[in-house]
T-cell receptor
Framework: GNSVTQMEGPVTLSEEAFLTINCTYTATGYPSLFWYVQYPGEGLQLLLKATKADDKGSNKGFEATYRKETTSFHLEKGSVQVSDSAVYFC??????????FGTGTSLTVIP | GAVVSQHPSRVICKSGTSVKIECRSLDFQATTMFWYRQFPKQSLMLMAT?????????EQGVEKDKFLINHASLTLSTLTVTSAHPEDSSFYICSGGTGLETQYFGPGTRLLVL
């Protein structure tokens, strides 16, 4: 299968709090894994990616590690900011380059 | 990074009419583009793979006669929603890429069928 299971939201955090958004995928082969972010009123933007096991993707303070043993790609950030408020999507890409997305997690960071 | 545009950004139409949405890769050529649909507060669902010069490949459950896809050139794919109904109201997003590593997503088209 091509499913991606993502932690449901919404998530509300105070500024500078630690963020974790869980994501697991079905283990058919070794897909590339991605986190996309959608800011209010905008399209999807690539946040980070990992293409093989044990790879760590990172960008803008966000990190995610490709864990083959737990089929997970959890998103973390040590200190969130108000500007991080958005919807975050975990996704896997199959060999045909199609993307399969999780349900999205809405994050609101309050000052 | 590469840019993908969509036109129109929003469209309102009457039930029973057809609506065409364009997806263009502005600074790269894409032999394959993808169309997604996003319902409010839900995830993107892959609808179909658009192949330049050949027929599109549709995901299970997507009506190919209702969602016509044409990929006439390496920089343009179109999605036509035929005989639109209110339940077709959604956010339609396309993507394209230069290779296997990265896909660039368009800003989306919001369709409202009255």
């Amino acid at each position: 299968g091509n499913s991606v299971t993502q932690m449901e939201g919404p998530v509300t955090l105070s500024e500078e709090a630690f963020l974790t958004i869980n994501c697991t995928y079905t283990a058919t082969g070794y897909p590339s894994l991605f986190w996309y972010v959608q800011y209010p009123g905008e399209g999807l933007q690539l946040l980070l990616k990992a293409t093989k096991a044990d790879d760590k993707g990172s960008n803008k303070g966000f990190e995610a590690t490709y864990r083959k043993e737990t089929t997970s790609f959890h998103l973390e950030k040590g200190s969130v900011q108000v500007s991080d408020s958005a919807v975050y999507f975990c996704a896997r890409r199959n060999t045909g380059n199609q993307f399969y997305f999780g349900t999205g997690t809405s994050l609101t960071v309050i000052p | 990074g590469a840019v993908v545009s969509q036109h129109p950004s929003r469209v309102i139409c009457k039930s029973g009419t057809s609506v065409k949405i364009e997806c263009r890769s502005l600074d790269f050529q894409a032999t394959t583009m993808f169309w997604y649909r996003q319902f409010p507060k839900q995830s993107l669902m892959l609808m179909a793979t658009s192949n330049e010069g050949s027929k599109a490949t549709y995901e299970q459950g997507v009506e190919k006669d209702k969602f016509l896809i044409n990929h006439a050139s390496l920089t343009l794919s179109t999605l036509t929603v035929t005989s639109a109904h209110p339940e077709d109201s959604s956010f339609y997003i396309c993507s394209g890429g230069t290779g296997l590593e990265t896909q660039y997503f368009g800003p989306g088209t919001r369709l409202l069928v009255l």
